[in-house]
């Protein structure tokens, strides 16, 4: 029997095996060459699960903005916009957005990894980490995010890393020239009051 995990491991025989580590950090600049080359690739795939993009943001020079728009935004203390690395190659990003301070204290979490790269544990390992950002570094209460229902390998990645769904939105987003529903996902991370 295999299963989805099978594509990541070596022939019989072949052990041990290691696996990249995975860590976060701040986007910078300078990624946006890989982070277009990645977006290009994998454009159709993505399509099911994003907006329709500009023209030009799968280009070095549109992700060069888009970044460049990203760090003025963390400047500001509305976003925390980060890459995903396996050893030392960026393979995706992890982005708290939407940050609410004052009583509310939460942020919207959202993550993508090239398929290269998927099946590997990187989401799950980068969502916890961002986790620790958003706690430790952003001092936010309270973290969510939004799925679509058919998105099975979010809704694990979600799991593994402690959220839990609280409700469903129809026709929450417009992706494919349709209305897609969306699983609305939550997770308290401190009892700390504001600061």
């Avoid at 544990?121 to 986790?131: D, K, Y």
């Avoid at 997770?187 to 504001?194: F, K, N, T």
Wanted: hydrophobic share 40%; glycine share 8%; aromatic share 8%.
């Amino acid at each position: 029997m295999t299963n989805q995990f099978d594509h990541c491991l070596p022939e019989r025989g072949a052990f041990p095996v290691t696996l990249p580590s995975t860590s976060i950090r701040l986007i910078d600049v300078a990624d946006a060459s890989v982070i277009a080359d990645h977006l290009a690739r994998d454009a159709d795939e993505f399509a099911r699960w994003l907006p329709a993009r500009p023209d030009g943001f799968h280009t070095t020079p549109g992700q060069v903005d888009r970044i460049e728009q990203l760090l003025e935004d963390q400047r500001k203390g509305e976003r925390w916009p980060g890459v995903i690395m396996a050893d030392d190659v960026v393979i995706g990003q992890v982005t708290v957005s939407t940050i609410v301070r004052g009583p509310i204290q939460k942020g919207f979490l959202s993550y993508w990894v090239a398929s290269r790269f998927q099946g590997q544990g990187h989401a799950s390992r980068a969502v916890g980490l961002a986790l620790r950002v958003m706690t430790e570094d952003l001092g936010l209460n309270r973290a969510e995010a939004h799925t679509q229902m058919e998105n099975l390998s979010s809704h694990r990645v979600l799991r593994s890393n402690g959220f839990t769904p609280w409700g469903i939105a129809s026709a929450h987003i417009y992706i494919n020239g349709s209305w897609r529903d969306e699983v609305f996902w939550e997770r308290r991370l401190s009892d700390a009051s504001p600061g």
